[in-house]
Every structure is written in structure tokens, then in C-alpha cells.
């Protein structure tokens, strides 16, 4: 290997060691929501995509154990209400940590909401802003629980 | 010439991927020590109250060995070492040892009090702050939990445990620091 060669791959070990060894603030992500449009009547549904790191779980919205932070979305506007949060069906999983199996959610799921135009709407595009609470472990360690602020583009038709 | 940069690339990215699993599964195997003392890191000092209101200092424990856990009522791995704990609390006491648990829910007392009553956890407990995470954590905090400092006898870090490991490697560390 050139002496060109060599940098290139120590620069990319240092880098990749710097990310392995960081620690992980966010080990959930959520994908850009679709734009909601709001009609006159009836209902409609918005979806939240969520990815989460290999190795890791969040606690479902119904945890085994009281002790557990369970996962809650909440919504915020004035353009629509909230009729009901629909989350996956969680993952049954055997934990060192806990003589109960854990009530979990992995990988990629998705989180539906369904609204309803909210009675003093104003017509005209908006943004929806929703809270996502939640607390991530792995088989040996606990992250802190955190709240994702999102924000989805609507359409008062 | 590009050929051979983007083989080299590929390489280096192959060995760190294969060099990660290696050095994983080795550290999985390796026992656990304590650092030597010449490269022992002082233990920041900080002032607390207890569960009782009484205040104190980490450094008030300077002469004893000390085993600072950062935790979370609801951590499970947490919940795992607490009876190791208490045991290492009851069985080494009386050698200068101590253990001081730091609670890191954001619910305080309400939260901790009880479950201490619960676990008849019978070491000091005090609630953390941001401040406290910032001097074991950095700018970030404490990010996961458990998170265990072993401190000697000179209020010197011995060695950090992130994330829960075995009773055996803590009661091995003890036990040299102890000696």
C-alpha cells in the first residue's frame, strides 16, 4: 500500500472508531411524514414510521412492569382532533433484567393516529406537532428517556 | 491509480468490520481490572442530600473504596445489581467500603424513595443533577444506565463500568481494592 493509500484507510478506522465508540443519543428515528390533507367530514389517518437500531428495544405503550416508561404519542393543533393512537402489536421478549417478559417494540414499526378536523378550523395549509415519548434499553444498558418532537404538513381543504 | 485507492478502501473497510466483531467478543472474554494507580483519574467531588435530607460530599468518603452507580428506577439492568449492592454494602462496611447510588429519574423522590423501601436498599442514595452528570458524563450527561465508578482510597477513579456487567468481575475489583 502507497503512502496515499495508508491515510485514506487511517483516516477511515479513525473515523469509524469515533463512531462506534460514541455513545448513542438517538437510537430511534423517525421517517419524514406524508403531508395530511384535512377533509370537510369524516376521518383520516396519519402514520408515523419508526426505525430503531439493531440490539436495542423501546417499551410498548403497555409495558409488563410498572417500573417502565411505556412509549405515548401526543398531538398538538388546532386544525384537527385526536380520536384514537393505534400502536403495533408489541414483541414478547425474555430479558435477563426482568422475571416478566418485556412488552417491546423493534426495528421498524409504524404508529397510526386516527383525527377528525377539529370545529374552528381555518382552511389552508398548516403543521400538526406531536411528542414522542420513549425509553430504549438493550440487554445490558438503559438510555435515558427521551421525547421526539415531530412535525407534520397538513391541508385544511 | 483510482482502482487501487477504492481496493484499499474497500480493505481498510472490511478489517474494521471484521477487527470491531474480533475486538467485541474480546472484550467479552477479557477480565475485568482495575486501572494501575498511576493512571487513576481523581473522583469530581460534589455535594448531594441523602433520602433522610442530609447533605454531604463524595469527598467526605475520601479513605474508603467507593462504588458511585449512576441508575434509574426504571432501568432494568439497574435493577439487577441492587442486590449486589446491598450485599457489598453490608458484607465489605466494615473494611471502608461504601456504596453511593445516584439516581437519575426525573421524577425525584417520589419516584426513588419508594422504591428504596421496596428493595431495602441499605446504601445512601442521592438524586443526580445535571450538574453531577456533566462531571462523570461530559457535555452530554450520563447517557446510559447503569453507569458505575469504583473509586479508591484516595478518591481516585479505579475503573467505569458502562452498562451492567457481572457480580464476580464488581466483587474481584472490590477485593483488590479492598486488600
Known amino acids: 500500500m502507497n503512502s496515499k493509500n495508508f491515510f485514506i484507510s487511517a483516516a477511515l478506522c479513525t473515523l469509524a472508531g469515533a463512531v462506534a465508540g460514541a455513545q448513542t443519543p438517538g437510537v430511534l428515528s423517525v421517517a419524514d411524514p406524508a403531508k395530511l390533507n384535512v377533509p370537510r367530514g369524516g376521518e383520516l389517518t396519519g402514520s408515523l414510521k419508526l426505525q430503531l437500531q439493531p440490539g436495542y428495544h423501546v417499551n410498548s405503550n403497555s409495558p409488563n412492569e410498572e417500573y417502565l416508561i411505556p412509549m405515548r404519542l401526543t398531538w398538538d393543533s388546532t386544525a384537527v382532533e385526536t380520536v384514537s393512537v393505534q400502536y403495533p402489536k408489541p414483541i414478547t421478549e425474555k430479558s435477563d433484567f426482568s422475571e416478566k417478559p418485556l412488552s417491546v417494540f423493534t426495528g421498524d414499526f409504524e404508529i397510526l393516529t386516527k383525527f377528525r378536523r377539529a370545529p374552528k378550523a381555518s382552511p389552508g395549509p398548516g403543521f400538526l406537532h406531536g411528542k414522542l415519548r420513549y425509553q430504549a434499553c438493550n440487554d445490558k444498558m438503559c438510555l435515558p428517556p427521551k421525547t421526539l418532537e415531530v412535525k407534520v404538513p397538513l391541508l385544511v381543504e | ?179
Open chain 2, 1 to 179: 491509480m483510482r482502482f487501487r485507492v477504492m481496493c484499499a478502501l474497500t480493505a481498510a473497510l472490511l478489517a474494521l468490520s471484521i477487527g470491531g466483531c474480533v475486538s467485541q467478543n474480546f472484550r467479552d472474554e477479557i477480565q475485568i481490572e482495575v486501572k494501575p494507580a498511576s493512571k487513576r483519574n481523581p473522583a469530581p467531588d460534589f455535594e448531594v442530600k441523602d433520602a433522610n435530607g442530609q447533605a454531604f460530599h463524595l469527598a467526605d468518603y475520601k479513605g474508603k473504596v467507593v462504588l458511585l452507580n449512576f441508575w434509574a428506577t426504571w432501568c432494568g439492568p439497574c435493577k439487577v445489581e441492587i442486590p449486589w449492592f446491598i450485599e457489598f454494602e453490608k458484607n465489605y462496611k466494615d473494611r471502608g467500603f461504601a456504596v453511593v447510588g445516584v439516581s437519575l429519574d426525573d421524577d425525584g423522590w417520589d419516584a426513588v424513595k419508594p422504591y428504596i423501601e421496596s428493595r431495602k436498599m441499605n446504601y445512601r442514595v442521592a438524586l443526580g443533577s445535571m450538574q453531577i452528570e456533566r462531571l462523570y458524563g461530559g457535555g452530554e450527561g450520563i447517557q446510559s444506565l447503569p453507569t458505575s465508578f469504583v473509586i479508591d482510597r484516595d478518591g481516585k477513579i479505579a475503573d467505569v463500568h458502562v452498562g451492567l456487567i457481572s457480580r464476580n468481575d464488581y466483587q474481584n475489583e472490590l477485593e483488590e481494592l479492598l486488600h
